[in-house]
């Protein structure tokens, strides 16, 4: 098996650490929990010490070639942050000593703990025989079991109320009973943690390779009321014989499909678009949060609005939910505000949100051509690709009447438009106009004024529709202004 990347960087770091230390270090945490996991690349090292903290990072980061700085946080800890991803958090051990420091932990399977010399030996591989472990985390580690280190885990920290479905989302961890109470008892104190710590752990947990089973773990465990409650208030909704599922069970199954279709976008496009498009997943929006974080925020909130826009058709004796597309695009961004998402991200959210029932609307239309690509694709920008993918996800987790009629044809539209949005995105957008807002005010003599948006944008379709055109088309493609304008 080829060496993690970081493992050599992570042994100097342990090792610098345990020669630093005058009383001891420890590597404790996620790290320890992981290595034993058999993850192959454990990135995140937490170290705990009870010796000099600044020294033991200087030492780190010296090793390292790497900078340190000092953790806002009231315990004097340090981060060292290295090449590779490596990150090496240092921190002083509780004032009870290594015991006490385990036991304030959240939960077992992260309160175990390994001597920083022992860890260097042979890292990212760790000996049983050499864990420290005050509360079973090893028993529960070979159980897969996340469970409480104590009555007030949860209490603590109610963010650790999130952090169990997190974890659920990364692995198929089973929640312990006792824990689910405990957490369910501290959820009500979510709402005095800052919204982009919440942000954070949401972002992980849909994040995650397991997100649906995350967010039934935040479900569980009341976190899902706590910090979410418009996503809560899905469950229940009735929708038309169309859907199969009420909107709460409806949106959850977009998500599945959404997760699903990152990895089949092969089946819609050519192997190169799939590759670019996946790849595409993993660039960052702003922030540190990705492509990906925001298309699953926008899966999970796209039909956000449906209770509050749901109506009886009395004529057809089913719900539906006019205008919730653009109720939608208000309350997701107040939704991703909250979470103090960066801006760039809320506006992905919010076109996802407003778009993703465009495509569906066009498929009796099919094929396009580029006068209907140009009109969906201008109109759903800068999230274009996204909203494509969305909107196919959306159709193949709505399995009611005519269901499979349906998906052929909208599966048919998104082959067809897909690979014309990712030229779009390689393309930079809708072509540029031939003539500018200053050149059309000397050729039409008339003011500047609204009638400029209207013929710049004329110029923009019409280069889109004849990629040759001239000088004089674009003019006179500008100058065909509708009457009234």
Known sequence: MTEPASAPLARLALAAAAGAASDGCWLVGGAVRDALLGDPEPLDLDLATTGDVARVAKAVADTLKAPRFPLSDRYGGFRVTAAGGLQVDVMPVAPGGLADDLRRRDTTVNALAIAAADAATSWPRIDRAFVIDELGGLEDLAGGVQRACGPDA?????????????????????????????????????????????????????????????????????????????????????????????????????????????????????????????????????????????????????????????????????????????????????????????????????????????????????????????????????????????????????????????IEAHAALAREVLPVALQWRRDGGAPAPLLDGDALIIHTGRSPGPWLAGALERQRRARYLDPELGSEQALEAALAIPSGE
């Open 154 to 406: 949860m209490l603590d920290d109610p963010l650790r109320v999130l952090r169990l479905a997190r974890a659920v989302g990364g692995r198929p961890w089973k929640l312990d009973g006792e824990t689910v109470r405990l957490a369910r008892a501290a959820a009500g104190r979510l709402s005095s943690v800052a919204g982009e710590r919440i942000g954070a752990e949401l972002r992980g947990t849909l994040g995650a390779p397991r997100p649906l089973a995350g967010l039934a773990a935040l479900e569980r465990t009341g976190g899902l009321e706590a910090v979410l409650p418009e996503v809560r208030a899905l469950d229940g909704i009735q929708q038309s014989p169309y859907h199969h599922l009420d909107v709460g069970g409806h949106t959850r199954e977009v998500v599945d499909w959404s997760v699903a279709l990152e990895s089949r976008l092969a089946d819609f496009v050519d192997d190169d678009d799939a590759a670019a498009a996946t790849v595409g997943l993993d660039d960052e929006v702003a922030g540190g949060w990705t492509v990906r974080d925001a298309t699953r925020f926008g899966a999970l909130l796209h039909d956000i609005a449906k209770p509050r826009t749901q109506v009886l058709d009395e004529r057809r004796g089913f719900y539906g939910f006019p205008h919730h597309d653009r109720v939608g695009e208000q309350m997701a961004g107040e939704i991703m505000e909250r979470l103090r998402a960066p801006r760039k991200v809320v506006r992905m959210v919010q076109g996802l949100t407003r778009h993703h029932l465009r495509l569906g609307f066009m498929v009796h239309a099919q094929p396009l051509g580029r006068d209907g690509h140009y009109d969906y694709l201008s109109r759903c920008d800068p999230v274009e690709v996204e909203v494509t993918v969305l909107s196919l996800a959306d159709r193949l987790a709505t399995r009611g009447r005519r269901a499979e009629e349906a």
